[in-house]
């Protein structure tokens, strides 16, 4: 994020609901790469493009080899239908102006609740 590319994380069950996996997105030109940091997945075709999280849901197959606790990736990707960043972005909220500005936005928008 501090490098000027939009990235974000999330906790994420499986399809069966049993084992948390916290998966890193960043934002590429064509859509939202995914990685598993801790578990040392990155996605990418034959030429070494990284994959997006549309492009990995369409050949849940090709990585049966990445696996946590015994449950393929696969399983964390496909019920991701589709990813909505947070807004702001947590790393946004470090940058002064973007911080003040959403602070700004919030005691407006509380003050126009009540």
Do not use: C
């Amino acid at each position: 994020m501090y490098a000027g590319i939009p990235a974000f994380w999330r906790f994420v069950l499986p399809e069966n609901g049993k084992q948390l996996l916290t998966l890193s997105f960043v934002r590429l030109t064509n859509g939202w790469a995914v990685f598993a940091v801790a578990q040392d997945w990155t996605f990418y075709d034959a030429k070494g493009h990284w994959l997006t999280l549309q492009q990995l849901q369409q050949m849940p197959d090709r990585f049966r080899k990445y696996q946590h606790r015994g449950i393929e990736a696969s399983a964390y990707i496909t019920p991701l239908a589709h990813v909505k960043p947070p807004k702001p972005l947590r790393a946004q909220l470090q940058m002064p102006w973007k911080r003040f500005r959403y602070e700004l936005r919030q005691l407006v928008f509380n003050r126009l609740k009540s």
